[in-house]
């Protein structure tokens, strides 16, 4: 269909093209105080078409594959190419990057389980969050989703080429409730395959655990301390560090690591790999948005800056080549030291320890950061009590620098895999 599709580009006047064709199905369960909730399937089903006349260009969707549509698709993105002003970066990826040996990364693991199934697996998750403590009295219920899809990307160069995939999750948030106190917490595994989920009593155990503890929070005085980022989170930190050298922000120049290539951003603690195939990886791929060849690379070795995370348009923006990374980064992977989290603790001595973050508070530009937190207060490296309604703040560039430690709590959920980080000092404001 891809090549059909480039066929009626050609015969349009188009000077090249590209060409995404993708199917994928699902179903989604979730269950409530043991009832059920929902059950959703879905089916989808898309073509994706940038044409190019020139340096001017044009994209057009849709979800009919039928002929007639695929044409009227073609004919609206040339439509739009014609009248769109030229940009001399645009077009497709140098032909000489075109990946040629499609290694299998292990992605397709479908999971052939029966809606009773589905939802007898999640009332098991729920009912182990409730089992935790009567204090948990209600339940916002756990989903047990499947997914599995396939997709083919085409282009003018020749290059035509496609995988199918999967992804599965189980997830359970549960809410308890004690004197005037009420809290809500959750957890959640997702992998490539089943198999690779946590058992549905470890996600139900760890949602009613995390959030039985977060009862009777507490404000604290504002201090500078040192601050614990957990492992869910501190992804979070790895991400704005990977915007700040991505390609958009940095050709914008709104980035507070502009011009920082071969310098150092981060403590010597810090390396980052990207990995892109590693089989069942959860952000794996054989080849970027632009049937670019992905490759292993060292993003940031001991906290020097390697490079930059870049598609074919912000490359040449810059004056650089592609990184392939035409549509995000690939399975990130965070050096770690030898601290589990009661070590973390043990290192921090005093201070805060963050479970959650609320709103969106760093200023890409500056690498101001501020963000209303929630967690616990740490005192001689034991968790005193939980705490709520406060805002940490710093700037990002010196969070980076002051990392002194990364735990071996590795989690992967995404397309990161990191501990928590521990930073030697924020600013925590509260009462």
Not at 214 to 236: D, H, M
């Amino acid at each position: 269909m891809s090549t059909e599709v480039l066929a009626m580009t050609r015969a349009a006047g188009a000077s090249a093209a590209e060409a995404e064709v993708s199917l994928g199905t699902g179903q989604n369960v979730s269950v409530r105080m043991g009832a059920t909730e929902t059950i959703e399937y879905n089916r989808d089903k898309g073509v994706s078409i940038t044409v190019y006349f020139g340096q001017k260009r044009g994209h057009a969707s849709s979800s009919d594959l039928s002929s007639q549509a695929l044409q009227d698709t073609v004919n609206a993105a040339c439509n739009i190419a014609r009248y769109t002003a030229s940009d001399d970066y645009c077009g497709l990826a140098d032909p000489a990057l075109m990946a040629s040996d499609i290694p299998s990364l292990d992605l397709h693991h479908p999971w052939t389980l029966t809606v009773d199934e589905a939802l007898e697996l999640a009332q098991r998750t729920e009912a182990a969050a409730l089992a935790v403590d009567t204090r948990i009295n209600n339940s916002e219920g756990a989903t047990v989703s499947t997914y599995e899809g396939m997709f083919v990307y085409a282009n003018t160069h020749g290059f035509c080429a496609g995988y199918p995939s999967s992804r599965h999750s189980l997830s359970c948030s549960v809410i308890a409730e004690h004197e005037d106190s009420m809290q809500r917490d959750y957890w959640y595994s997702t992998a490539r395959c089943a198999q690779d989920l946590q058992a549905a009593y470890h996600v139900g155990r760890v949602a009613g655990e995390r959030t039985v503890r977060r009862l009777n929070p507490r404000r604290v005085k504002t201090a500078q301390v040192p601050v614990l980022f957990e492992a869910p989170l501190a992804s979070g930190l790895i991400s704005s560090l990977i915007s700040a050298v991505s390609g958009g922000n940095l050709y914008r120049q709104s980035s507070f690591l502009l011009d920082s290539l071969g310098k150092t951003v981060a403590s010597p603690l810090l390396t980052i790999t990207e990995q892109p195939h590693l089989p069942r990886g959860l952000a794996s791929a054989p080849f970027d948005n632009e049937g670019v060849a992905t490759t292993a690379r060292t993003l940031l070795d001991g906290g020097v800056l390697q490079g930059y995370v870049l598609s074919s348009y912000s490359a040449r923006k810059l004056g650089m080549q592609t990184t392939g990374n035409a549509g995000g980064n690939h399975n990130l992977i965070v050096s770690h030291g030898d601290l589990d989290m009661t070590g973390l603790l043990a290192a921090m001595g005093t201070g805060l320890l963050v479970t959650e973050l609320l709103g969106h508070g760093l200023n890409m530009v500056t690498g101001d950061y501020s963000r209303g937190a929630a967690g616990f207060w740490v005192e001689n490296g034991v968790i005193a009590y939980p705490v709520e309604e406060i805002t940490i703040a710093g700037n990002m560039r010196d969070m980076l620098l002051q990392i002194v430690a990364i735990g071996n709590d590795v989690l992967t959920q995404g397309s990161k895999q990191v501990g928590s980080i521990l930073i030697e000092r924020m600013t925590v404001a509260g009462d």
